[in-house]
Nanobody, 119 residues
Framework: QVQLVESGGGLVQAGGSLRLSCTGS????????MGWFRRALREGREFVAL???????VYVDSVKGRFSISRDNINNTVYLEMNSLKPEDTAVYFC?????????????WGQGTQVTVSS
């Protein structure tokens, strides 16, 4: 019933920018804590960013000042604007809905979109 679909991934050079999109169906993204996680090759899933019901935001330290999470309620879409990208940001990025208070899990997950940053 709930579906989260990511888009916007791709290949970018270090220092470049990408904007990821996550469009929800079966839920309103403004009614849930929405977030982004990522999984690098041979690494576990890592929390990246969250936007809460009150529009508060939380970021993992490694992306602070470079990434920005936002949402467009009209289009029911969550975004992750990624700037000054580094090769270490290379990962599959997953949109998540109903993120837990500890930012370790979520109720719903998207399929993921690949982000590759070349050096």
């Amino acid at each position: 019933q709930v579906q989260l679909v990511e888009s916007g991934g791709g290949l970018v050079q270090a220092g470049g920018s990408l904007r990821l999109s996550c469009t929800g169906s079966g839920l309103f993204v403004n009614q849930w804590s929405m977030g982004w996680f990522r999984r690098a090759l041979r690494e576990g899933r890592e929390f990246v960013a969250l936007i809460g019901a009150g529009d508060d935001t939380v970021y993992v330290d490694s992306v602070k000042g470079r990434f920005s999470i936002s949402r467009d309620n009209i289009n029911n879409t969550v975004y992750l604007e990624m700037n000054s990208l580094k090769p270490e940001d290379t990962a599959v990025y997953f949109c998540a809905g109903g993120v837990t208070k500890g930012h370790s899990d979520a109720l719903w997950w998207g399929q993921g979109t690949q982000v590759t940053v070349s050096s």
